[in-house]
């Protein structure tokens, strides 16, 4: 969506009502997965996606004979997950950075995403975390194993 904000006649049609926005992010999310899958029969797509989005996903992999494996990851440490937020700066051209009231607010919506996934936690041991993600895309990429 970041790229829509420097076209200010783009962002003006998208920005409001804030479903059309997300509306619109989904669907250029959803095109570019397609082109890839399309190319290279993978694609690793970075969201917060409710599960209509998911399932829109799961279509889309299915189309190209591909399968789709949800990561799902939080921060079960509150202040950790404050401190990371506030420590951190995304610096995406024209695009706002994260505070906490924003996380906050994004945290009180979210509704966690049905099976199959798996859920990785920040707080956890970063190359764990990563061995449990390689395993479940593995056995979700040959189910065979």
């Known amino acids: ?19 059309r926005q997300r509306r619109t992010g989904w669907t250029l999310l959803a095109r570019i997965a397609e082109q890839q899958l399309r190319i290279a029969g993978a694609c690793i ?29 939080v921060c079960s440490d ?17 695009w706002y950075e994260l505070d906490w009231a924003s996380v906050q607010r994004s945290r009180a919506r979210y509704v966690p995403l049905d099976d199959p996934k798996i859920v990785v936690d920040a707080v956890d041991d970063l190359a764990a975390n990563l061995q449990r993600v390689l395993e479940h895309i593995a056995a979700v990429v040959d189910p065979r194993g």
Not at 46 to 73: F, G, I, M, W
Request: with cysteine; proline share 5%; aromatic share 4%.
């Open 45 to 73: 797509a970075d969201v917060v996606a409710h599960e209509t989005y998911r399932q829109e996903l799961e279509e889309l992999a299915a189309r190209y004979e591909s399968n789709l494996a949800v990561v799902e990851c």
């Open 78 to 94: 509150e202040s950790l997950h404050e401190r990371r937020v506030s420590e951190r700066q995304r610096n995406i051209p024209g």
């Open 1 to 19: 969506m970041s790229a829509l904000r420097s076209d200010p006649d783009t962002w003006a049609a998208v920005e409001t009502p804030v479903g």
